[in-house]
């Protein structure tokens, strides 16, 4: 089974302060995304990778930025985190390009204060 | 605009019925739609996937219809149980390279 993982399951964080949220993949799945979730706007794309060091904006990716330095580890920063960043966040990962399901990890509840 | 709507108000069914739940889009022409299931506090599980140019998938007590002129996804489950309770979300890739976007999700309530 493709596991998703995510440094953390709840996170609380000061304005200002850079976050780091972690998520690795263990099936060698070359996409990578970072979603956010909030009531009423539904999963909304903040970045994607198609292979290692690459990376592509999303639909919200103002404010955050990703690395992936390894095939199996994709992070997002909140450079400077601000109390309109609170939300659920949930990474996810596809076996390639192509017509292929995403797996999601179990996402990360962070409240900024 | 571009748009992806599905019901926000819950869905209540008995026990044993079969669920319907509706994904409308608008001004995007997609190659294929996803559905997946969301347990509270959970990350979404895929389930089942539907091309452009099939009318209909089926998985086990589930069925996913796809009607491009319509714009419009139905997503069955057939002989409800309580299990089945949770937030189904409908997403469509609008560019062939998985970026998906998702609807809001209907929430799915079985009761015995």
């Known amino acids: 089974d493709v596991k998703v993982t995510q440094s953390s399951r709840y996170l609380v964080k000061r304005t200002g302060e850079k976050v780091f949220l972690e998520c690795v993949q263990d099936?060698?799945?070359?996409?990578m995304f970072w979603y956010r979730q909030d009531p009423g706007l539904g999963l909304r794309l903040i970045y994607f990778s198609y292979d290692v060091k690459m990376k592509e904006k999303g639909d919200i990716p103002e404010g955050y930025s990703v690395s992936r330095e390894k095939k199996e580890r994709f992070s997002l920063i909140l450079e400077s985190a601000s109390t309109n960043q609170t939300s659920m966040y949930l990474c996810?990962?596809?076996?390639?390009?192509?017509?292929?399901?995403?797996?999601f990890g179990p996402g990360t509840r962070l409240t900024v204060t | 605009s571009q748009k992806i709507e599905q019901n926000s108000e819950a869905l209540n069914i008995q026990e044993g019925k079969t669920a319907t739940l509706t994904c409308n889009y608008t001004?995007?022409?997609?190659?294929?739609l996803q559905w997946y299931r969301q347990d509270p506090g959970r990350g979404p599980v895929f389930l089942l996937l539907?091309?452009?140019?099939?009318k209909e998938k089926r998985k086990e007590r589930l069925k996913v219809t796809f009607d491009t002129t319509l714009k419009q996804s139905l997503f069955h489950i057939t002989a409800s149980q309580p299990a089945d309770s949770a937030t189904y979300l409908c997403a469509l890739d609008r560019t062939g390279f998985q970026k998906l976007v998702f609807g809001t999700g209907t929430r799915l309530l079985v009761s015995p």
């Open positions: 001004n995007y022409s997609p190659a294929y």
């Open positions: 996810a990962s596809s076996p390639a390009a192509g017509v292929y399901e995403q797996y």
């Open positions: 099936m060698d799945h070359e996409n």
């Open positions: 539907i091309r452009e140019n099939e």
